[in-house]
């Protein structure tokens, strides 16, 4: 059974799928519970041999590293921000941005921001990650400005002006629940 070749694995999607799963999960379990990461890996790993071979674990073993490091490139940051951040989520505790495909937690005082729209920002990055929810920093912000709009910008408009004709013509309650299922609004 550990001698079965690849071609006789049957579903190595589902497999490939499960490994690569694993791969993230123990990447972002693996600073606090480093043990148990360790163990569910290896037990994993142990079964895939048994089951599937040798050759066809030592794929699946490629696909892993593969799934660590696209975690570790994620979530590696510079020190210092100097670019464009689109606000992404706005709560009464917490502002969330995105900045070169990254999501990063904002320190800034009370200003008028929107979802959807784009600020140039400079600051310091610290490492303080949240990994459960994507948040590869928190950014203290030094400057922090409007620019010009793009297309993804006038879409979060289109919606927010008809959140507000809903509003308008139905009542905070109703306009809530049709924006919340038609765009997907909490």
């Not at 694993?22 to 079964?47: A, D």
């Not at 066809?56 to 994620?74: A, E, K, P, Q």
């Not at 606000?87 to 941005?97: A, H, V, W």
């Amino acid at each position: 059974m550990i001698a079965k070749k690849i071609e006789e694995v049957g579903n190595p999607i589902v497999y490939i799928f499960l490994t690569l799963a694993l791969s993230c999960i123990s990447y972002g379990l693996y600073e606090k519970f480093m043990g148990l990461t360790i163990f569910i890996v290896s037990l994993f790993f142990i079964s895939l041999i048994y089951y599937c071979g040798i050759s066809f674990s030592g794929f699946m073993l490629i696909f892993f590293s593969v799934g660590i490091l696209l975690n570790f490139s994620y979530y590696k940051i510079p020190d210092k921000i100097d670019g464009e951040v689109r606000i992404l989520k706005l709560t009464n505790y917490e502002i969330i941005g995105e900045y070169e495909g990254k999501n990063i937690s904002l320190k800034i005082g009370e200003q008028n921001l929107h979802v959807g729209e784009k600020y140039k920002a400079k600051g310091n990055l610290k490492n303080i990650q949240d990994k459960s929810n994507g948040i590869v920093g928190e950014l203290e912000v030094k400057e922090f400005y409007k620019v010009q709009g793009d297309w993804i910008s006038k879409l979060y408009e289109f919606k927010r002006n008809i959140y507000n004709r809903l509003e308008g013509n139905l009542g905070k309650r109703k306009a809530g629940l049709l924006s919340s299922i038609a765009f997907g609004y909490s």
